[in-house]
């Protein structure tokens, strides 16, 4: 069993900047790429940032330049750095892992993040 745990949201002011965690456990010798996702009110989810075991990187396009994914030393934690947030960044952030490549079947529950005017 994989479990992930995420942390680090909060409540920003418009410009600021917030570090997610997301912490894996269980049995991840087999996964493939981490990611994260982002659901804000009203919208349905969507692929923030993904990375692969070699460390590839991919962003959608709304987050190029103010969000960078990274793994820690150990590969067991996964980072987002959010800078230069704007009101329509409020979401709940997930962090996911995949097991095959494109199938994400592994989830945390998710940490607010807020971003005021």
């Known amino acids: 069993q994989v479990q992930l745990v995420e942390s680090g949201g909060g409540l920003v002011q418009a410009g600021g900047s917030l570090r997610l965690s997301c912490a894996t456990s269980?049995?991840?010798?087999?996964?493939?790429?981490m990611g994260w996702f982002r659901r804000a009110p009203g919208k349905q989810r969507e692929l923030v940032a993904t990375i692969t075991p070699s460390g590839s990187t991919n962003y959608v396009g709304s987050v190029k330049g103010r969000f960078t994914i990274s793994r820690g030393n150990t590969k067991n934690t996964v980072y987002l750095q959010v800078n230069s947030l704007q009101p329509e960044d409020t979401a709940v952030y997930y962090c996911?892992?995949?097991?095959?490549?494109?199938?994400?079947?592994?989830w945390g529950q998710g940490t607010q993040v807020t971003v005021s005017s």
């Open positions: 269980g049995n991840i010798f087999g996964l493939n790429a």
């Open positions: 996911a892992a995949s097991s095959v490549a494109g199938l994400y079947n592994y």
